[in-house]
């Protein structure tokens, strides 16, 4: 079964929900042929970038490559110019966060740890284990802690409220990471949004 998913970018995206309910596909009758497959961030070195994504977060490496080398039309040895490194959380199709070097850059900006602007993505992730997570996450090399978990509500539909722990650091490239656990029902899930769904399906029959 083809899954149909958001991933929160602004990417966003990993959100899973409290351990009771588990991310699924929406449904049939609300589905669109799109999916957001991946979102990559151009970093200045990924042996930085890696251990908050890889080993803080616990995303599984899928994909490491060297890429655009090879032999010129002269018979010369090209050196590659991109590092790629995909990882995923549970999903194997949509979810992914691609990692990539320009290796033929020689110097880049210094990174700012600034909040994010115009132009600037912000990555959300979803933590069941947060509570000691963050233990590990707050220690690892080149991450900036912005935020410690506390406990915030947003918003919801009908005067509901979405409370989650919120946490926030900079990568090494000074990309703004959340990283939240859920505490109630993610926003479009639920009964409103079966609610939805039955009613999409009662128009389809009509």
């Known amino acids: 079964m083809r899954h149909s998913a958001l991933l929160a970018v602004v990417l966003a995206t990993f ?6 309910v588990l ?9 669109i042929p799109v ?3 991946r979102t990559t961030l151009v970093v200045r ?3 930085k970038s890696l251990p908050l994504y890889r080993d803080g977060l616990g995303l599984n490496v899928i994909y490491d490559q060297l890429i655009g080398g090879g032999t010129d039309v002269d018979g010369s040895e090209k050196p590659p110019t991109i590092r790629l490194v995909l990882l995923r959380a549970n999903d194997t199709f949509i979810g992914v966060l691609g990692l990539m070097q320009r290796l033929d850059v ?8 600034e909040r994010a602007m115009p132009g600037d993505p912000i990555l959300v992730f979803n933590a069941k284990d947060l509570d000691t997570r963050w233990e590990k996450i707050k220690t690892l090399p080149h991450v900036r802690v912005h ?3 506390y406990r915030v509500e947003y918003p919801g539909p009908d005067g ?3 409370p989650v722990m919120f946490s926030a650091v900079f990568d090494a490239d000074g990309f703004f990471i959340e990283i939240n656990q859920l505490l109630g029902q993610a926003a479009g899930t639920g009964a409103a949004a079966k609610d939805r769904g039955k009613d999409a399906m009662a128009a389809n029959a009509d």
């Not at 991310?23 to 589905?31: G, K, L, M, Q, W």
């Not at 020689?106 to 740890?113: G, V």
């Open 45 to 47: 070195d990924i042996e």
């Open 106 to 113: 020689a110097d880049s900006p210094e990174p700012r740890f």
């Open 23 to 31: 991310a699924e596909p929406v449904p049939e009758s609300e589905r």
């Open 160 to 162: 509901t409220t979405i």
């Open 15 to 20: 959100i899973t929900v409290p351990l009771a």
């Open 147 to 149: 935020t410690e978990p």
């Open 35 to 37: 999916d957001l497959r």
